[in-house]
């Protein structure tokens, strides 16, 4: 039982800590630049999307022969 009451209290720190840590701008930080980097991701394919799947199809037909 001791055991499971310092896991218990170990937790109740650890969450407590937690809380009270000041890394929610970074984190929120963190979340803006993924979010510039997934748009940036999506333009790229759709823009290049049609010349990537042509050169692909170019290889593909290229290996077949």
Known sequence: MTT???TCLRL???GRNFCREDDG??????A???AVII???IVGLQTFGDGVRGLYVE???ALET
């Open 12 to 14: 109740w720190t650890a």
């Open 25 to 30: 701008p970074t984190s929120a930080e963190y």
């Open 39 to 41: 748009v940036a991701a």
């Open 59 to 61: 290889i593909s037909g």
């Open 4 to 6: 499971f009451k310092n």
């Open 32 to 34: 803006v630049m993924l």
